[in-house]
């Protein structure tokens, strides 16, 4: 049971070193304004949220790594968004109707937008699920990370603080 925890603070401390390296390598470029419709009902246009930190997190309702990520995003959603930070949910799912049900159940805080032609898809290249961009305020994207394993949370929250200190 020791080596197992071992493992798991190891790959913990891994997750962190590596997302930061990332974070701090990735050349800055600009990150291509997009307007989706949200679960809401109300447009939302990435360049109108220029001057905060945007966790834009690109997930399915299939995929069983965004289903388990999504509630470690909800609370980086409550615990930063008072410090001009915000998480995107973009469902890329042509059919919206069970990420809908997903979103009803969970109840998240943050805005979830509906891709269902993959447009926005297209112009951030989304080729595995999930996938998480960071945009700093300047509105230039500065991590790009695929997949998700347990703790990347931790190392996405290691990166929004230097990105809200900036």
Same mark, same amino acid.
């Given at each position: 049971m020791r080596f197992y925890k071992f493992i798991?603070?190891?790959c913990l401390v891994f997750a962190v070193c590596w997302v930061g390296t990332v974070a701090a390598?990735?050349?800055k470029t600009l990150a291509s304004d997009f307007t989706l419709k949200s679960q809401s009902g109300e447009n939302v246009r990435l360049e109108e949220m220029r001057g905060d930190v945007i966790l834009i997190n690109f997930w399915a309702s299939w995929c069983g790594p965004c289903r388990k990520e999504m509630p470690y995003l909800d609370d980086l959603q409550k615990d930063f968004s008072n410090l001009g930070f915000t998480v995107l949910g973009i469902n890329v799912e042509e059919n919206s109707d069970s990420a809908k049900d997903f979103i009803d159940e969970l109840k998240v805080s943050f805005p979830v937008l509906f891709d269902n032609k993959q447009l926005v898809s297209q112009l951030y290249k989304v080729d595995s699920m999930p996938m998480t961009v960071m945009i700093d305020r300047? &509105?230039?994207?500065?991590?790009?990370?695929?997949g998700y394993?347990? &703790?990347?949370e931790v190392a996405y929250r290691t990166v929004i603080k230097e990105l809200i200190r900036e």
């Amino acid at each position: 049971m020791r080596f197992y925890k071992f493992i798991q603070l190891l790959c913990l401390v891994f997750a962190v070193c590596w997302v930061g390296t990332v974070a701090a390598k990735e050349s800055k470029t600009l990150a291509s304004d997009f307007t989706l419709k949200s679960q809401s009902g109300e447009n939302v246009r990435l360049e109108e949220m220029r001057g905060d930190v945007i966790l834009i997190n690109f997930w399915a309702s299939w995929c069983g790594p965004c289903r388990k990520e999504m509630p470690y995003l909800d609370d980086l959603q409550k615990d930063f968004s008072n410090l001009g930070f915000t998480v995107l949910g973009i469902n890329v799912e042509e059919n919206s109707d069970s990420a809908k049900d997903f979103i009803d159940e969970l109840k998240v805080s943050f805005p979830v937008l509906f891709d269902n032609k993959q447009l926005v898809s297209q112009l951030y290249k989304v080729d595995s699920m999930p996938m998480t961009v960071m945009i700093d305020r300047n &509105g230039f994207s500065r991590l790009i990370h695929r997949g998700y394993v347990d &703790g990347d949370e931790v190392a996405y929250r290691t990166v929004i603080k230097e990105l809200i200190r900036e």
